[in-house]
């Protein structure tokens, strides 16, 4: 067994990682264990959850999901469980204890190692193959933003937001905001800062001096600082996303945001 470093000080996850590797030896079919995230790196904390990828024969596979449960009762005590659909992983298993430690358990073919890790950062915690160290070091996912698709319909959901905050409807309003922050506005900061998108996760590590406009982003139920808020994301979007239309040679839809903008301002 090969632990991650760091799990000296997150004894919960220590032991449920130690708990999960000896299990996992038992299942057939299995030929190792394998750590993604911030266990996998180093910066976990107290809050974080256990990414696990059980990787199996090919031929296998079947008969080891058979032992999928007893190899969540092998960690701890659930309280609740739940296939991953809305992170695009149906054969994903989220499982929460009664320590509040979370763990995605992922019983995933050898043949498919590669394309379901998508380069990222991972740690073998056991290994019967020199093929899953291979397949960990195996291309990436694109992860680069599709400049092209964010402004072709920025400024119209920016106009869709602004309309909301006009009529009045203000939790609607708040959505949109949220929606922009998290899939446009922090998905340009990983791409300017060089690090990999993922929604909001992390993203006070990487705001810096923006950190003030980005605070303006989330805003209280009030009319006049919800209309700062839109004008807040607008000033972000421009800050951050400009030069790198520039740079890609992307052009800007300036008809749509001479439109949009000259309202904003009225």
Not at 15 to 28: G, I, Q
Not at 109 to 121: M, T, Y
Not at 184 to 194: D, H, K, N, P, Q
Request: proline residues 5%; hydrophobic residues 45%; contains cysteine.
């Amino acid at each position: 067994m090969h632990l991650p470093p760091g799990l000296d000080d997150l004894p919960l996850h220590k032991a449920k990682l130690e708990a999960a590797s000896e299990f996992t030896r038992t299942m057939p079919g299995v030929i190792g264990l394998v750590v993604s995230g911030s266990l996998a790196t180093g910066t976990a904390d107290a809050y974080s959850d256990l990414d696990l990828k059980i990787v199996t024969r090919d031929e296998l596979h079947g008969e080891a999901a058979k032992h999928r449960d007893g190899l969540i009762d092998a960690c701890g005590v659930p309280v609740a469980r739940f296939t991953a659909e809305h992170v695009g992983h149906p054969g994903m298993l989220i499982v929460l204890y009664n320590d509040l430690v979370h763990i995605d358990f992922y019983l995933v073919r050898l043949g498919e190692l590669s394309a379901k890790n998508g380069g990222l950062a991972s740690w073998v915690t056991w290994s019967e193959e020199d093929d899953i160290p291979v397949a960990l070091s195996g291309p990436a996912d694109a992860t680069s933003v599709d400049l092209t698709w964010i402004e072709a319909r920025m400024w119209t959901w920016v106009w869709y937001t602004h309309s909301k905050i006009l009529r009045g409807e203000l939790y609607e309003a708040l959505d949109a905001l949220q929606y922009l922050r998290g899939n446009v506005l922090f998905a340009l900061l990983a791409e300017t800062s060089g690090v990999r998108p993922y929604g909001s996760r992390r993203a006070e590590q990487h705001v810096g001096e923006l950190g003030p406009v980005f605070a303006r982003t989330v805003p209280a139920f009030e009319h006049d600082r919800v209309m700062d808020a839109l004008r807040a994301t607008v000033e972000l979007y421009l800050k951050l996303a400009d030069p790198l239309l520039e740079q890609r040679g992307v052009e800007k839809d300036e008809d749509a945001r001479a439109v949009v903008l000259a309202k904003l301002q009225e």
